[in-house]
């Protein structure tokens, strides 16, 4: 992995992109600190692929995906409508 500073990068785009396809993933600094990364779009694809589960996979999960509680049964608590005059 090679890391390019930001005017690299920008002068050198070109270089950097066949780099990146070549080498794999490129580096961005800016100010000597990380900032972005080039990342060739193989590996791309199966890091958002990895990250991702599959529809099935959710389906067949035994965990809630999201917290919430819901109320016991009768006991939940109902709007009350304006009365009108």
């Known amino acids: 992995m090679h890391a390019w500073s930001v005017q690299d990068a920008k002068a050198r785009f070109s270089e950097l992109l066949d780099t990146c396809m070549l080498e794999g ?8 600190t ?17 990250a991702r589960p599959s529809l099935k996979q959710l389906l ?14 009768g006991q939940a608590k ?8």
Do not use: H, N, S
């Open 34 to 50: 990380e900032a972005a990364v080039l990342v060739p779009v193989e590996e791309w694809r199966r890091l958002t692929a990895a």
């Open 78 to 85: 109902r709007r009350q409508l304006p009365e009108w005059d």
């Open 60 to 73: 067949l999960t035994d965990t809630a995906r999201v917290d919430f509680e819901l109320a016991p049964r």
């Open 25 to 32: 993933i490129q580096v961005i600094t800016k100010r000597g």
